[in-house]
Each structure stands twice: as C-alpha cells, then as structure tokens.
C-alpha cells in the first residue's frame, strides 16, 4: 500500500511540474507609449498632446518615414525599392489609467519585425522605431519617446528597452530666409515711412 501511495505522490509531482511545459507561448504585445515633449533644452517634460501613432508589420529595416506630410498622410517608403505603403496594420489608441488621461498611446503588435511611427502634429514633429522580435509572453511593453521641440532636423531618442526613435522635428530657416515673425525685404516696417 505504501509503494502505491509513494507511486501516486510522485506522478502528481510529475504531472505538477509538466503543466508549465505546456502553457500557450505568445511573442505578441501591446505598446504602452508614454510622449513627452520638451519645449526647452533642460525645461519641463510635459504630456505632447494630440499625438497619436500607427504600426506596419515590415520585411526588413529599410523602412522609413520620409517627410512630415507623409507621417500624417501614414505613409511609410522603402528608399531601397521605392516602394511605398500607405495602409497601417494597426493604428493607436488612447490609453488611460482610472478613468484619466496620462497621454499613453497604446499600439497592439501581433507581429514582427514593426516599424511603429508616432506623429506629434501641434510641433510638426514625428518619430520612428524599428522593432524586432520581443520576449515570449510579454503582455505588455512600456516605452517612452519625448519630443524635443527645441532641436532641429533629425535625432536619435532613447527607449527604456534598448530601441532607439529616430525622431524629425521641422529644420531651422536658414539666415536667407525670413521667419515668420520678420518682414521680408519688400514689406516696409512699421517705423519706415513709405513713399506716399
């Protein structure tokens, strides 16, 4: 009786210890994407409102994002082949916490590799991330991406886990153009008399 029970005891340990080789593995996830923006080197980070971001599931790293137009337009181009692909696999929801708003953008990935873009439009800015396959069973992963709104042209920003946003903010007008707030050489200003 004894070996019967001594026999039992040691199947359900067996048993115990193989139900973990058998749980479903899963590489999909959901993106948690924390944006910040920074309107002064050094200044505040406060919440970039009104972003909002896409996923395309792609073959390779050639992928790109190659103007603020197309960002917005969701176009992403191979610069390799030309080809260009405007119809996102996943599009960015808002999430929130207890009801608030915390300005995390949430993207579901089911796929890899991703090219994931997020586009800040009240600063002309949008960024991109290349990314490849994730751990097993991660349900979710938390990123952040902070728009600099004090730097020009294009820049690196980088990730909790390791992945780099390649980020573009509109370039500085050079010296021979005016800015928006200055007269052009033609316009008389408001102290020049004018020949009348």
Request: include cysteine; hydrophobic fraction near 30%.
């Amino acid at each position: 009786m004894r070996k019967i029970l001594r026999n039992m005891a040691f199947m359900a340990v067996v048993m115990l210890s193989l139900t973990g080789c058998f749980k479903k593995v899963t590489t999909d996830t959901t993106l948690r994407i924390k944006v910040l923006a920074e309107k002064s080197s050094g200044g505040d980070r406060v919440p970039a409102e009104g972003c909002y971001g896409y996923i395309y599931y792609t073959d390779s790293q050639d992928w790109i994002v190659e103007s603020f137009e197309d960002a917005t337009a969701k176009t992403i181009t191979n610069p390799l082949t030309g080809e260009k692909l405007s119809v996102p696999n996943g599009e960015s929801e808002i999430y929130t916490i207890e009801g608030s708003l915390n300005n995390y953008l949430s993207i579901f990935q089911d796929q890899a590799p991703a090219l994931v873009v997020v586009v800040y439009p009240q600063s002309q800015m949008y960024a991109y991330m290349y990314r490849k396959a994730e751990a097993e069973n991660l349900t979710y992963t938390y990123l952040t991406l902070i728009f600099h709104s004090w730097k020009n042209g294009v820049y690196n920003e980088g990730s909790k886990d390791g992945y780099k946003w390649t980020v573009v903010a509109p370039e500085a007008p050079t010296p021979d153009e005016p800015t928006p707030d200055e007269p052009t050489p033609d316009e008389p200003t408001p102290d020049e008399p004018t020949d009348e």
